[in-house]
Every structure is written in C-alpha cells, then in structure tokens.
C-alpha cells in the first residue's frame, strides 16, 4: 500500500474527508453563536453559556486526547475511526433535537470532543500505516489541505444552515454519516500480518524514543496553533485600524489566507525536497513570525495583506511537516500515544491564545503585541536552524573521527 497514491483509491479519498470532521468541532457553530445567545437571553450569564457551548470539545479533546492515543495503539484503529465517526453525528447533530437546555447542548458537544479526539488521532496514525516516506509527507500535505478548504467550505455552508434557524447549525454534523459508508466499503483495514518497514532506519527501538526530540515536536506544535490562532481571534479587530472593513470582507481575508495554507500544504512534497524536517520546520518558522512581523509594522492595508499570506505560506510548511517529522522518530506502536500527546498540545495552544495575548494587547497595544510574537517566532526558525547546523557538524565531526 505504500507506493500507492493517497487519492488513487476511493478509501483514501474517505480518510482524507473523515479528517476533515475534526475542523467542524467548534468553528461550524460560530454563524448560530448570536442566534443561540438570542435564543438563552433569559438565562443569567448568556453569552458566556454560548462561549461555554462552543469551546467545549477543545477542552474535551485536550484532556481525553492522551488517553484514545494510548486506546488506539491497543485496539483496531480501523474499527474505532468507524465508531467514532457514528458517535459524530449523533453527538454533533443532537443541539438540533434538544436546543431547549443548556446542559443538554454541553453534554452533547462533550459526546462530539470524545469522537473528534478519536478521528484526529485515527485517521493521522492510520495514514502512517498506509505510507512511508515521501507518500506518507505527501498525505499529510492532502490532509492539511482538505482540512483548510474544508474548513471554508463549511464554514460557508453552517451559515447558510443559520439563517434557516440557530439549531440548524448543528445539522452541519451529519456530513460524517456521508463520509462512514465510505470508510466502510472503501477503506481497508491496515494488513497487519505484513512486517512494516521502518519510514527512517534511524528510529530507535520500543521503549527508547527521543524524548527530547519529540518534546521539541510538541512545543513546536504549541507554536504552530498558537500563532494560527492569532488571525481568527485579534485580527478582525486589527485591520479595522485601516478604515471600515466590513465582516465580510475580513471574513473573505481570513478564508483567503485559509486557502494559501491549504495550497502550500498542497505541495509540502515539493517543499520537503529542500531539506531536513529540522531545516524545513525553519523555514515555515521564519514565515510565519515574518508575516507577522509585518502585519504589526504594515503602514498601510496592502502591506498587512501581504503579510497575512506570508504567514499562510509559514502555516502551510509547518503542519504537514510537524507530524512527518514527529512519525520519523517513533516506532508505529506507539504513535497513537505520541500523536495524542500532540494534539492536547494543540488544543491548549488554542485556549492559551486569548490568556496570554490579551494582558498584551491591553498593556502595548494590538500592533506591538503583533510585532513582539512575530520577532519571536522569526528568532525561533533561526535557532532552530542553527541548531540543527551545529547537529550537523557535530554528526560529521564524529564519523570523521570515527573513519
């Protein structure tokens, strides 16, 4: 199955959409957010019950990500991606049956951040089982990019469910009753009775990972969403400060920095020739705190534009090339435990945004805080590059004196 191409076969088409799912967790809901607050006016703290409503399966998917990780190495990855993909549309799809309590919501969203840490995870560690090497960077690059042109397809699509009514938002879930039947019929479990060739011979044996280099991945990843964060949350606020921007209009200029991500994602194959994962996450470092850098100093509205993509084009090296990156320094029986290891950090990454940014922004002012995560994100892809210079030296050093 490893030189097949991830769109050659219908199963792999499924498993590229089943990942997609996990971007409907919170964001399909944000067009029914003033609907529902309208809809619980008369319950004290409304607003901040929406909020709760909305953030939930992050939280969920936080906490329970560790432990399906460590689930999903013991059991068929296979039959659980099916399972959870059902628990999907029941859990996402229950705001529209039972939208009169306000517990009943939470409990359901809470359903739906189990099923989305058990789809995250699943479909990432399967895709290692299919491919290696270049294919298995190739997948994650597709994956990446479904995820973004997923996430303004239904984006577009939950809105058009809200202005039917608030509750048919959540109707938006069912997409993963279309996807399973695929998985099903399409999708073959992973042979397991074939041996599975190592993606990097360098990858130690069971029980002695790189430790150190798989928190580095973390922290990285910790990076990644929290600099991606950054746009959705302060920057409809940020290009207000170059005249009247209209809703839609900086929601067209997010989905358009959404699809850059997507299209470099799209081509992480041809970008992974240029080098080491190390040297490559550099680069998408470099990008995304320079693109940054210049949405704080931009003088006028086209210079923050260009740095909105810039930073899109950072984003879309990092992702794929984080989880590539990360499977190459860890046996296939425990990348399930990893990977849940690294999507807790992204979904902490993602709460931490607003506690962190906001006694900035209030202290300095949005453009200063822009400029310092920018510069700081800048410095990180250059030491992170000369690190892995020094690697380099240091690992010819040796089998020179080796020789």
């Given at each position: 199955?490893?030189?097949?191409?991830?769109?050659?076969?219908?199963?792999?088409?499924?498993?590229?959409?089943?990942?997609?799912?996990?971007?409907?967790?919170?964001?399909?809901?944000?067009p029914?957010?003033?609907?529902?607050?309208?809809?619980?006016?008369?319950?004290?703290?409304?607003?901040?019950?929406?909020?709760?409503?909305?953030?939930?399966?992050?939280?969920?998917?936080?906490?329970?990500?560790?432990?399906?990780?460590?689930?999903?190495?013991?059991?068929?990855?296979?039959?659980?991606?099916?399972?959870?993909?059902?628990?999907?549309?029941?859990?996402?799809?229950?705001?529209?049956?039972?939208?009169?309590?306000?517990?009943?919501?939470?409990?359901?969203?809470?359903?739906?951040?189990?099923?989305?840490?058990?789809?995250?995870?699943?479909?990432?560690?399967?895709?290692?089982?299919?491919?290696?090497?270049?294919?298995?960077?190739?997948?994650?690059g597709?994956?990446?990019?479904?995820?973004?042109?997923?996430?303004?397809?239904?984006?577009?699509?939950?809105?058009?469910?809200?202005?039917?009514?608030?509750?048919?938002?959540?109707?938006i879930?069912?997409l993963?009753?279309?996807?399973?039947?695929?998985?099903?019929?399409?999708?073959?479990?992973?042979?397991?009775?074939?041996p599975?060739?190592?993606?990097?011979?360098?990858?130690?044996?069971?029980?002695?990972?790189?430790?150190r280099?798989?928190?580095?991945?973390?922290?990285?990843?910790?990076?990644?969403?929290?600099?991606?964060?950054?746009?959705?949350?302060?920057?409809?606020?940020y290009?207000?400060?170059?005249?009247?921007?209209?809703?839609?209009?900086?929601?067209?200029?997010?989905?358009g920095?959404l699809?850059?991500?997507?299209?470099?994602?799209?081509?992480?194959q041809?970008?992974?020739?240029?080098?080491?994962?190390?040297?490559?996450?550099?680069?998408?470092?470099?990008?995304?705190?320079?693109?940054?850098?210049?949405?704080?100093?931009?003088?006028?509205?086209?210079?923050?534009?260009?740095?909105?993509?810039?930073?899109?084009?950072?984003?879309?090296?990092?992702?794929?090339?984080?989880?590539?990156?990360?499977?190459?320094?860890?046996?296939?029986?425990?990348?399930?435990?990893?990977?849940g290891?690294?999507?807790?950090?992204?979904?902490?990454?993602?709460?931490?945004?607003?506690?962190?940014?906001?006694?900035?922004?209030?202290?300095?002012?949005?453009?200063?805080?822009?400029?310092?995560?920018?510069?700081?994100?800048?410095?990180?892809?250059?030491?992170?590059?000369?690190?892995?210079?020094r690697?380099?030296?240091?690992?010819?050093?040796?089998?020179?004196?080796?020789?």
């Open positions: 199955m490893s030189k097949i191409s991830p769109l050659s076969q219908p199963g792999f088409v499924f498993l590229l959409l089943a990942s997609t799912m996990t971007v409907l967790a919170g964001a399909a809901l944000s029914a957010l003033p609907g529902m607050r309208a809809a619980f006016s008369d319950i004290a703290h409304a607003e901040l019950w929406v909020k709760v409503i909305l953030t939930t399966p992050g939280l969920v998917i936080a906490l329970c990500a560790p432990f399906v990780g460590l689930l999903l190495d013991k059991q068929s990855k296979h039959r659980l991606l099916m399972v959870a993909l059902a628990a999907y549309g029941v859990f996402g799809s229950l705001g529209y049956l039972l939208h009169d309590s306000v517990l009943a919501l939470i409990l359901g969203r809470v359903g739906l951040g189990v099923a989305v840490a058990f789809i995250m995870i699943a479909t990432t560690t399967l895709a290692g089982e299919y491919f290696k090497g270049p294919q298995f960077g190739h997948f994650m597709l994956q990446a990019a479904f995820s973004s042109f997923g996430g303004v397809v239904f984006l577009g699509v939950s809105g058009m469910l809200a202005e039917l009514h608030w509750t048919a938002a959540f109707l879930y069912l993963a009753w279309v996807v399973l039947p695929g998985i099903m019929l399409y999708l073959k479990p992973p042979d397991s009775s074939k599975v060739a190592a993606d990097n011979a360098a990858i130690p044996a069971e029980g002695r990972q790189p430790s280099a798989i928190a580095l991945c973390y922290a990285l990843g910790f990076i990644e969403v929290f600099m991606l964060y950054m746009i959705p949350l302060h920057f409809p606020f290009i207000q400060s170059f005249g009247a921007v209209s809703p839609a209009e900086t929601g067209w200029l997010i989905a920095m699809c850059i991500l997507a299209i470099t994602s799209l081509n992480y041809r970008w992974s020739r240029m080098g080491h994962y190390i040297s490559l996450h550099a680069l998408g470092l470099g990008g995304t705190g320079a693109g940054m850098l210049i949405l704080g100093l931009a003088p006028s509205y086209g210079v923050a534009l260009a740095g909105l993509a810039l930073m899109g084009i950072g984003l879309g090296i990092l992702r794929p090339n984080l989880v590539v990156w990360l499977f190459s320094l860890i046996a296939l029986t425990e990348r399930g435990k990893v990977m290891g690294l999507t807790t950090c992204f979904f902490i990454a993602s709460f931490a945004v607003p506690f962190v940014t906001q006694p900035l922004i209030e202290q300095f002012g949005m453009t200063t805080c822009f400029i310092l995560l920018g510069s700081g994100c800048l410095v990180m892809g250059i030491l992170l590059k000369l690190g892995y210079w690697l380099t030296d240091h690992q010819d050093m040796s089998r020179a004196s080796n020789g």
